[in-house]
């Protein structure tokens, strides 16, 4: 990862989900903030400039996928915010819509912290070779 520090977002519904995520990926290296909500998500996601989302799709006041679709409108061109979805949601139909909501990786519930972990690790990777300069 070199020694930039990826910022990323947690959007969970369960906030002991997002907690434990959040702190987790501090103690792995990263910079966390964590949302209970869409429409919170989507301020952190304008306030924070995170560089990585892990995104549920089951949430009040918003989606997960009206989070994705919002974040890609507003995300400026050249820039490219990998964005992990971690659901429960598992019919092909879900992933499938995420995917075309151009989500970047999807994980289904139940799944470790850990795995959440290594999928960030692999989307924050891949920055550098998607986005030269960053």
Not at 71 to 87: E, H, Y
Request: charged share 30%; with cysteine.
């Amino acid at each position: 990862m070199g020694d930039k520090v990826w910022k990323v977002l947690v959007a969970d519904d369960e906030q002991s989900v997002t907690d434990v995520t959040v702190k987790r990926l501090k103690a792995a290296g990263f910079e966390a903030v964590g949302a209970y909500d869409g429409a919170s998500a989507v301020e952190l996601i304008k306030t924070e400039n995170p560089d990585v989302v892990v995104l549920d799709l089951n949430m009040p006041r918003k989606d997960g996928f009206t989070v994705l679709k919002e974040l890609r409108a507003i995300t400026p061109p050249g820039r490219w915010v990998p964005v992990v979805i971690v659901s429960g949601r598992t019919e092909l139909e879900d992933m499938r819509k995420g995917f075309d909501l151009e989500a970047d990786h999807y994980l289904t519930k139940p799944c470790t912290v850990e795995e959440v972990v290594s999928a960030v690790r692999l989307m924050a990777g891949l920055i550098p070779l998607r986005v030269p300069g960053h």
